[in-house]
């Protein structure tokens, strides 16, 4: 199961993604930056990569390797974003305030 990212699943899921997100220009979702480059070249900074919310290594180390293929685990990141995360599972967001600040 561990080299479930280089399967035929995983590639469409990726590419399927991919194109939802390039046709409404989502933006990254570790930064919030609406620059990512959907068309660039692989592992440029602000070319797009598949971040996981829960990392594909904890995926596996809690013994729910079907998350790395869940939609719902997914989200749209530059490659810079997601490679400074690691294998982390990125930052807390708390929601909306409720109170200006």
Not at 18 to 36: E, H, M, S, T, V
Request: hydrophobic content about 25%.
């Amino acid at each position: 199961m561990a080299d479930l990212i280089h399967s035929r699943e995983y590639r469409q899921l990726r590419e399927t993604l991919k194109a939802q997100w390039r046709g409404r220009n989502a933006p990254c979702a570790l930064c919030g930056q609406a620059d990512i480059q959907y068309d660039g070249v692989k592992n440029e900074p602000d070319s797009f990569e598949l971040d996981h919310k829960i990392s594909r290594k904890r995926c596996l180390a809690m013994g729910k390797p079907q998350l790395i293929l869940d939609p719902g685990n997914c989200q749209p990141s530059h490659v810079r974003c997601n490679r400074s995360k690691q294998h982390g599972d990125g930052p807390v967001k708390i929601g909306e305030t409720t109170e200006e600040w």
